[in-house]
């Protein structure tokens, strides 16, 4: 029986492995940098399948060293003692091999977002202005990625998409502002489609009615039946005939309008944030003021006292002239001895005084330029 090693690399000629080793005819995923790593795991190959069988001294027993070695073990148990011995170092040694081509196959190989990115990119290039509306209808690059690896059936890295949406961002961002303005373009958009879409769910959860029977399907059918009468008559009032138009009019202002909005909140607020004021502010001082049972906000009053506001008071203006020129008696400040305050004082005291430092720190002071 015949020896094999791992030790050294196997030689063989590019003709023996049918090997090419110019960059173009170079698989997919194999670095051409790491060419030599490639023929090194041609090479293990060839010579591994060169020494996979081994015959054995029973004629009819042939050893193939890439199985398991709990399926050999029990093949060699009638061979002699040496034999075993020989077939399980020769077993060790195709193990060995086993690992010298798998490590040469990680070092040779690109990883999803190395070299193969260019070959990605060039089988891309019939698909770019697909590509390009996908993103321009706002689809994430996740998504994206996955729609080129199961429509396109191209197996790309999502780098590369990312990548190559970095270097068609400016055509994208127009057909996005393009999808953003116009909408004409979009089916459900138009109410005869939209009908066509109830209709045909309505049709089909019909068929399923009349196979299952069950009552969920008709309180399904009669939501799409509602969904396609909301969609024929829209929001428009329903006028019977004979009926007043003012009147039924009327009727649908008072019942929608009056019970659920507030229409005059809404005026206000609308023009108090067109001059730039809390719409918040001004409806709050309006409900909740002293004079908000007099201006309307609250309903009309009730009371039948007259109002009386402050233009309808008759000022005595020599009066007011005399009180304004009496005397004001000013006490002056006392030191007082705190030693001396009983503990209520004391507390009362230091709370006063804790107050009026806290005024003092809060209170805000507008610093106005002086008339020249």
């Not at 690992?99 to 891309?124: N, R, T």
Request: proline residues 4%; aromatic residues 8%.
């Amino acid at each position: 029986m015949s020896t094999f090693s791992s030790k050294r690399v196997p030689k063989y000629t590019d003709e023996e492995l049918d090997f090419d080793p110019s960059p173009e005819n170079l698989p997919v995923n194999i670095l051409v940098k790491k060419i030599d790593k490639y023929r090194e795991m041609l090479c293990w190959k060839k010579y591994a399948s060169e020494h996979a069988r081994i015959q054995t001294s029973d004629p009819e027993l042939e050893i193939n060293l890439k199985n398991l070695k709990h399926f050999i073990v029990p093949q060699i148990e009638h061979l002699p003692q040496d034999e075993q011995e020989f077939i399980l170092e020769q077993y060790a040694v195709m193990k060995s091999i086993n690992g010298k081509i798998s490590q040469c196959s990680k070092q040779c190989k690109a990883k999803k977002d190395q070299a193969v990115m260019g070959f990605a990119e060039s089988s891309l290039d019939h698909h770019i202005p697909k590509i390009i509306d996908l993103f321009g209808k706002f689809h994430s690059i996740n998504e994206v990625h996955k729609i080129i690896k199961n429509e396109y059936r191209l197996d790309v890295s999502r780098k590369t998409v990312q990548n190559l949406r970095a270097n068609y961002l400016d055509q994208i961002l127009a057909k996005q502002q393009e999808y953003q303005n116009k909408i004409d373009h979009i089916r459900l958009a138009h109410k005869p489609a939209r009908l066509e879409e109830l209709t045909w769910m309505y049709q089909h959860r019909k068929t399923a009615y009349q196979l299952s029977h069950a009552r969920d399907e008709i309180n399904i059918m009669r939501g799409i039946l509602k969904d396609i009468k909301q969609e024929v008559e829209g929001d428009h009032i329903t006028i019977h005939s004979g009926a007043n138009l003012l009147e039924s009019v009327q009727g649908q202002v008072n019942t929608v309008l009056k019970q659920r909005l507030a229409i005059l909140d809404i005026i206000l607020s609308r023009v108090a944030a067109k001059m730039g004021i809390d719409p918040n502010l001004v409806l709050y001082r309006l409900h909740n003021s002293y004079y908000a049972k007099f201006n309307g906000m609250q309903g009309l009053s009730k009371d039948e006292e007259e109002i009386i506001y402050p233009s309808s008071f008759t000022f005595d203006v020599d009066k007011l002239r005399e009180s304004d020129q009496e005397p004001v008696e000013i006490h002056e400040a006392q030191i007082v001895d705190q030693t001396k305050l009983t503990p209520k004082q004391q507390q009362k005291f230091s709370s006063l005084k804790d107050e009026l430092i806290n005024r003092v720190k809060n209170k805000k002071v507008n610093f106005l330029p002086k008339n020249k």
